[in-house]
């Protein structure tokens, strides 16, 4: 393909991860160094900067500070969950960002995000070549989900799944100080996919996890749950339990939402996460000393647990998504290829049209959980571990981060 | 003094800190290498392991193993929370504990913990001077809480103080990422003091941190308090404020347990703690999206955000307990004296008598509390700020934690 010289933008969608600037580090540095790219733009959250016209020229930057948004979580450009419509409905949207790229040059749109995301970046791809607007359209891959299709892996997940499991590694070591015993109910993230939670499983492998392990993949029964609770306790005389936020009875109602069961008891106003909720249950069913224990935000962006492989691997998509673009391929997704060398875990990039990958969802294999359903196999050890290794040497001013700090001066 | 020569018990009591194992070590470690101490027995949670004569031969434990113990969160050898008698009212215990002591020849005794522990520790040591068993009883100090008494700070503090002040930091960047504002209210322990929430203002002091902080030191006004956030969140379109646990009305019942309230609308069943209970507070009153987070056990629990000045502390505590006992002392708490060393911070041992510190509590004064009740003074940045120093060069196996395996060999 010919050459193209242009500008580029680069979005940031969704919710953030530990890691996600250090894609936006891979693709601001990459094409800064590319002689194709004759600018390089931080959309402010996301494809709202674009429609706003609010892009950031990344060449103001400083080079040191660009570099520690390896070390940054959270989306350090800003980011949205903008659904932007259908073209053939309403193309409103698509005719002002056609307009913002006309106005800066652009002719390369790195998109970075999950899902939704990977569904917005593949409608402004089929827009721009539905008009004759040449510009080279990439996805770089985000999510800690760990749940977008065709990918073995996602950036972002490593790093969160490092986190859970050496958290629920410390409080089982806290969770069972007392000769009186405790059931600890630890909720991790995860609506639709059980990825995070499963996760919990490497502290497990490590002899300080979760004894019960309960993820969306399957319908939840509050009875049999409360039978497996009673049964760990009484045995062990303490009880450590992952469930998944998305975890819902058989009709597909989440336990979280549900307002009043006569199994479950809830009968309450909703105050609290699932983990509260649960904990309440299991409170008055055991009698049991009961502690529900919600992950919350600090595992989508406790960067100071981030993977060295996850960072690298990140930076490595984006990377790899101006390469492809600059070499003249457009509309595909970066991907991850998993391999081996010299018998060690190794990863590759490989492209993925846009349309596969838009709105589809990667979950656990049903043949990853045990036949109980109250936890998960090997293969999901041999999966995950490989991804968490590597210690960062992370940056720290005083012993606390030293994060990114951008100037985001705004392009003219 | 002369000589004495006889077993040691070493006993953890209280809540568990991520450095408490650190000075269990340096109370261990020293007492194997004593030419005086003839055994050094570690108890089964604490004083409730000394009644029960459950006590772990440390001299059978791998010494890598101990060593590990410098980097293990929560209490190694099991704690207890129990109250032991007045011994003119009840002497049963003590009688009991005498008999324990004497069975195995014990002339050194050793109890870590925090006040209540103290309480315990100082007691026992009185009855064994008042029936003449000679036995050496030092206090070796304990708490997340900071709040012992004559000390200048506690160990365990300064490794929750910088794993609060860091997931703030790190919340602090994912909790601003939309362009549509949130407000985010982090729960943090301390029932009593304020000192760990105060640790919040380490995140503020390094560019990204709470707005807002409440401590129990001062009364809990909900209107003031929400009109403090509107404020904020009215000026930057966004707001993070860091509340204590133990935040209090002026009648002196707490935030977190109030049933009903004309002010604050709380009629709901009494789910969730105190963060969440703010939210549906701050979300009622705003309109505002907003978030509740409680650091629960993974603030007291989490070593790998362990500083290498509170972890050496605590060796250092431990070792003091034993090196003065040896040498004759008696009845004394191991106290930190905070100093400089060409014009750094320095901290030594002092000893303080038990009888001073036994249930006594040191709040964080009021004039390191700015006038509006609503965040502290660059006092407490000092004060704080040398504690959490240093990086530990934390053993890890696979990327994860790898925590001491004692085998715990009852002693016969």
């Known amino acids: 393909m010919s050459e193209l010289k242009g500008a580029c933008i680069i979005g940031q969608s969704g919710g953030p991860t530990s890691v996600i600037n250090a894609s936006a580090y891979g693709v601001i540095r990459t094409a800064l160094d590319s002689d194709c790219i004759t600018a390089v733009y931080g959309a402010e959250h996301g494809i709202k900067g674009v429609l706003a016209d609010r892009l950031f020229d990344m060449s103001k930057e400083d080079a040191r500070e660009l570099e520690l948004l390896k070390y940054t979580p959270s989306s350090a450009l ?12 309403d193309d409103t949207d698509y005719k002002r960002i056609l307009e913002v790229f006309k106005k800066h040059d652009v002719r390369y749109f790195f998109y970075n995000g999950g899902n939704d995301s990977m569904d917005t970046c593949n409608k402004i791809s089929k827009y721009m070549q539905k008009v004759g607007y040449e510009c080279r359209v990439m996805g770089v891959p985000k999510t800690i989900d760990n749940d977008l299709y065709g990918t073995d892996h996602c950036p972002g997940y490593a790093s969160a799944a490092k986190y859970i499991a050496t958290s629920c590694m410390e409080v089982y070591q806290d969770a069972r100080v007392y000769d009186t015993g405790m059931i600890c109910i630890i909720e991790i993230m995860g609506r639709h996919a059980g990825w995070l939670t499963a996760a919990a499983a490497l502290a497990t492998e490590y002899g300080a996890g979760p004894d019960l392990i309960y993820l969306p993949e399957r319908d939840f029964d509050m009875d049999k749950f409360l039978a497996d609770v009673e049964r760990v306790y009484k045995e062990k005389g303490n009880c450590m339990v992952a469930v998944s936020e998305g975890i819902h009875y058989a009709d597909g109602s989440f336990v979280s939402e549900a307002k009043t069961s006569a199994t479950d008891g809830f009968g309450h106003a909703q105050l609290g996460g699932l983990a509260a909720r649960l904990a309440d ?53 970066v991907a991850f290829e998993r391999g081996t060398v010299n018998g060690r875990y190794a990863c590759k990039t490989k492209l993925l049209p846009l349309t596969e990958v838009a709105n589809a969802e990667k979950k656990v294999p049903q043949e990853w959980i045990n036949a109980e359903g109250n936890g998960v196999t090997h293969d999901f050890i041999d999966y995950a571990l490989p991804l968490i290794q590597g210690e960062p040497k992370l940056p720290k001013e005083d012993s606390l981060p030293r994060f990114a700090r951008l100037k985001k ?4």
Chains 1, 2 share one sequence.
């Open 78 to 89: 800003g980011s949205c969950r903008y659904k932007i419509a259908d073209p053939d409905v």
């Open 409 to 412: 001066v705004l392009a003219k």
């Open 281 to 333: 249950v299991v409170k008055q069913k055991t009698g049991a000393k009961v502690r529900g224990i919600e992950l919350s935000l600090l595992q989508r962006c406790g960067a100071h647990l981030a993977s060295e492989t996850d960072i690298e691997e990140a930076v490595m998509a984006g990377r790899a998504a101006v390469e492809n673009a600059v070499a003249g391929i457009t509309d595909k997704m």
